[in-house]
């Protein structure tokens, strides 16, 4: 049992390129969320999903898209990388948003130059 | 506007000694609170309390949750190096967006030998 993985563990992008960071949980969990941490700010939430098809923003979604096609993937692509957007970047997934607690994948370290 | 608020944001204690860590809230809807320790990586989950005065407990971490104060506590007796870490604490909302977190910025526990 996998739990909730995700790729790659670092990354480095120059401002301006594109990429996905990918999300997987073999769990059946229904509700996935991304999360992005930064020294002192916290977990903050940029987009979530309550089922396949199913994606809303969170705190922070300006630069990033999500989408759901299965209930197992949640990728998030940046659209055009900027220096504000280095950052550890949190998956998670529930069974049932808080009622189980969520579990999070190890992280992806992000630095955008 | 939904918040979480920690504190305090840093302790160092020596081991032995008995923590507690705070957490207020002021969010629409609440459903439940949780708390996290993060070490290197990802968050894992402790505790999740919904009712007030309910006392939850494993090991040498318990928990309570005060609803009338908004507020929460995490207590660690006879603390240990392996305890430092980040806590983190994090509300969830019912309705448009249930199951997904509201966390705080979190308080450093350092522990000394």
């Known amino acids: 049992n996998a739990g909730v993985t995700q790729t790659p563990k670092f990354q480095v992008l120059k401002t301006g390129q594109s990429m996905t960071l990918q999300c997987a949980q073999d769990m059946n969990h229904e509700y996935m969320s991304w999360y992005r941490q930064d020294p002192g700010m916290g977990l903050r939430l940029i987009h979530y999903s309550v089922g396949a098809g199913i994606t809303d923003q969170g705190e922070v979604p300006n630069g990033y898209n999500v989408s759901r096609s299965t209930t197992e993937d949640f990728p998030l692509r940046l659209l055009s990388a900027a220096p504000s957007q280095t950052s550890v970047y949190f998956c998670?997934?529930?069974?049932?948003?808080?009622?189980?607690?969520?579990?999070f994948g190890s992280g992806t370290r992000l630095t955008v130059v | 506007e939904d918040k979480v608020v920690q504190s305090p944001l840093s302790l160092v204690v020596h081991e032995g000694d008995t923590v507690t860590l705070n957490c207020s809230y002021e969010?629409?809807?609440?459903?439940?609170l949780l708390w996290y320790k993060q070490e290197k990586k990802a968050p894992t989950f402790l505790f999740m309390l919904?009712?007030?005065?309910i006392e939850k407990k494993s090991g040498r971490l318990s928990s309570i949750l005060d609803k009338k104060e908004l507020s929460s506590i995490l207590n660690i007796t006879a603390t240990q190096t392996g305890d430092s870490a980040i806590y983190l604490c994090?509300?969830?909302?019912?309705?448009?967006?249930?199951?997904?977190?509201?966390f705080g910025k979190g308080t450093k526990l350092s522990v000394k030998p």
């Open positions: 969010v629409t809807n609440f459903r439940s």
């Open positions: 994090a509300v969830a909302l019912l309705g448009g967006s249930q199951g997904n977190l509201i």
């Open positions: 998670a997934s529930s069974k049932d948003g808080a009622i189980y607690g969520y579990t």
């Open positions: 919904t009712s007030s005065g």
